[in-house]
């Protein structure tokens, strides 16, 4: 199944129920949770108080992307805000297989975000226990930016590494995702796409969902 994942970094903060519940009305499946500790990215985002909200009123699976240094600190409190999937930065993680086991003893699903300029091949001893890759198509740290092509590349290297260790990997593109590149993305082997601004600074958010969820079948 292919998987419409908004990123609530997006929204209208003064709005937060309301746009939580609009994506509750959405063919989304997924809502993407950006965190960023100012220090990892150039960027401070949300943290616990705004993610108190989200588990209060979304429905939806709760996909989040820690952009900070050292993330094992703060597993267990994600996980008990509701977080359904984690995914940790391999540039932040010094023992990133152990984090990874960390997450999937809280009962997660355990993710891996690579910035653009990280080869594929450093996850190649870690994708069997490795649920999602996240493959950044911006620098991370702001939504809003250009989608870098290179990543179309990246999907094709990445699914092709998938399908050799027989692994059930999914690949998550994370970054300028909009209704001319997502077809492109699901055909080179991708499987969930983050859609910031283009959802959530549309006239219509609801119908551009359904838009790019018929555009990956
Ligand atoms: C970037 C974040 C993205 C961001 C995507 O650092 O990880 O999830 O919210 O936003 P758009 O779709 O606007 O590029
Ligand atoms: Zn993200």
Not at 85 to 109: F, N, Y
Request: proline share 4%; aromatic share 6%.
């Amino acid at each position: 199944m292919k998987i419409i994942a908004p990123s609530l970094l997006a929204a209208d903060f003064g709005q937060l129920k309301q746009e939580i519940e609009m994506v509750n009305q959405s063919q989304a499946d997924w809502l993407h949770l950006d965190i960023m500790d100012g220090v990892f990215v150039p960027n401070i985002s949300f943290g616990m108080p705004v993610l108190e909200v989200v588990q209060k009123h979304s429905t939806k699976i709760l996909d989040v992307h820690l952009m900070i240094m050292q993330p094992e600190r703060y597993l267990a409190d994600f996980q008990k805000l509701g977080a359904n999937i984690i995914t940790v930065h391999q540039e932040a993680c010094t023992h990133l297989h152990r984090t990874l086991q960390q997450i999937k003893d809280l009962g997660c699903k355990a993710g891996v975000a690579l910035n653009p300029h990280t080869p594929v091949s450093v996850l190649s001893d870690v994708l069997y226990c490795t649920d999602l890759v996240c493959l950044m198509s911006v620098n991370p740290g702001f939504g809003g930016q250009k989608f870098i092509e290179n990543t179309y590349k990246k999907t094709k290297e990445l699914k092709k590494m998938i399908i050799e260790a027989n692994a059930n990997t999914l690949i998550e593109i994370d970054g300028g995702v909009n209704a001319d590149n997502i077809s492109l993305l699901s055909e080179a082997g991708a499987d969930v796409f983050v859609a910031g601004n283009f959802v959530f600074k549309s006239k219509n958010p609801l119908e551009v969902i359904q838009e790019l969820k018929n555009k990956i079948g």
